[in-house]
């Protein structure tokens, strides 16, 4: 085969939809335009197609190329052996004559490495473009884009706007084209939600309401574009919208499939409904003589003992005003002089209804997050902005660090409701430069860290490590060393719980180049989390140098770190990896005697912490050998992750009791443990 001095493909090839292939007729002077490709016709394939199925065959077939016996077997089974070779001899003169253009050799090739042996190769991706393998590098360029802290939000869109209609859609049966076809349709899905993801966080509500609607269209019976599309409409406070979405898919997977939708997409829907409901008795009400005016998120639930505040729909009725008339009118004065006396009314009522009872602190920090997540959303409904660039700015500055303290009191579900009204607004004044940028930008990292710790409870790797990637980007506009490092060393703790360890130490390496450009919190932190990773492999010399250092280092009062807010590290968490090092060196006494130090310090209520001690001190006693108090503490664990709502530390429970039931399979006490799990 000569070689190809065009810079151009040759040949074109069509996978997606219709199957098209096209040669290129003319290439253009040096600096004109895209170069000219002429559509082969129907008619020059033949009147079987044997040439253009063949060449189907090639584009899904490793490396481009077959043998001549596989060939034969896979799109002639049933023809005699005869007939099946003149099959075959004619579709590949056709193919070469079709693969030919420009004067130059055909891109079909035939290969003979013995005497018994014929092999049929296509040309590579530079000569003979096909749609698929480009869309398939394109996706491999944005994952690469990614792990360089680059953006991969192009390469997904080149992806995205290529992928466009069914993969051989003529050929849906045909076993050859299955292994493609899978590999296809598993990087179109990941691209799509991947690309819905970057939408949404970036508050590209439009682009991904446009992707997920083409997408839906195509198959009104995917729920994961359902649900992702019901939650952006939802967001825009389009309800009815992404109720009628539901209702249909509902109608479809009722008369294709006999099936309800999924559990979480009726959830949604009723969230949707509900709040729908309350929010349409709001705007009728602001058109009369009496306002209300809705907060969302609408649910105010609790785990703690100390919490009585039912699930419910809150409400504030905001008294009568010509104000109310136009709500969106109001300036952040005039909203928050309406609202404040209906807060207070709000919470002496609450005070009341529970007697003597005063409303905990977790109470009122939920409720002032809470407020304003919504009223962000009502200032994005209006054509008129309702509040200023410096007035998001103060109310995010004093809330995002709230939402970290309410999650670290149990408020995992209040958090996980009220975060995205921050992220939003956040990231839209972020990215654009200005006066507010770099504020804005290290808020929005802070705020996607802490997005990172829920997506993290639930087990959520891959929306963790979105989350944590989001934040290092934001830190490097915000030009933060402390939030670099934070970011890189959190992104790292994902592979500790994925249980790879040479990734999570390449990233504490990362961030170790921050390391004399942070403050003594994240310095402390960085130390210990070290010591675990290089204990974690068995370095033991390395492990204690930083078991030192952390020590050293760390201060003794964290919470005077101005970045406490967000890397609230502190005595316990030095402990906690600490202990993670003792037991990876095999030294559990140690372990047990550095927990023992913070036990009483972290509160006994239901709080993170709390669990992940109890986590921590059911594997120490294991690894000490102690059936007795290794079930006592797991009895609590398993107990304690369920009633938190955190998956991470209740399969934590379960990796530690299937090396129980390895330890001690025939002890009777086992088998009451395991109803703890079911």
Known sequence: MNERTYPYPMIRVSTFGRFVVECLSAVP???????????????????RNHGRNLLKLLVCSDCRCAPRDVLLELLWPDAEKRHADRYLNSAAWVLRRVLRTLGESSLLRTLRPSNDLTIYELADQEQLWVDADAFLDLLSEAERAERAGQDPLPWLEKAQELAQGEFLVEDLYHAWADQLRQSVNAARHRCLHWLADLYEQRGMLGRAETLLYTTLKQDPADEDVLYRLMRVLARQGRAREALACYERTKRVLLREQQVQPLAR?????????????????????????????????????????????????????????????????????????????????????????????KLSRRQIISLLISVSAAVFGIAQTGDVPLLHESEILSLCNINVPLAWQLYFAGGIKEVAQALPGYIFPLTALAQPPSKYQQLAATLTSQAYQLDWL????????????DSIKQSFRYSEIAD?????????????????HLKRPIQQMQLHRQAMQYSNDISPLLQGWLYIVMAESHARLRQSDEARRFLGLAYDTFPEHPENDPNFSYVPVNHFTLANHAALAYLHLRQPKLAWDTLAQIDKEIPTALVPKRVELLNRQTAVSFALGDMDQTCSYFELAAVSARELGSDLRYNEVCEIYEQMQIMWPHESRMNALEELLH
Do not use: C, M
């Not at 000219?36 to 033949?46: K, Q, S, T």
């Open 454 to 465: 829920l997506a993290l409870q639930k087990q959520n790797f891959g929306k963790a490590l």
């Open 29 to 47: 002077a040096q600096g004109t335009a895209r170069p000219e490709y002429v559509r082969v016709e129907d008619e020059e394939w033949g009147g």
């Open 480 to 496: 933060d060393n402390n939030l670099r490092a934070s970011s890189l060393i959190r992104q790292a703790h994902i592979f500790f």
């Open 265 to 357: 997409t009726r959830e949604l829907a009723e969230q949707i409904r509900d709040e729908a409901v309350v929010v349409e008795h709001g705007v009728r009400a602001t058109h009369e003589a009496t306002g209300t005016i809705v907060f969302l998120p609408t649910k105010i639930e609790s785990l703690s003992e100390d919490t009585n505040l039912k699930p419910s729909l809150f409400e504030i009725n905001v008294p009568s005003s010509p104000l109310v008339q136009n709500p969106y009118q109001w300036s952040i004065g005039e909203l928050l002089e309406h609202i404040e006396p209906a807060i207070r009314e709000h919470l002496l009522a609450e005070e009341r209804r529970q007697g003597e009872k």
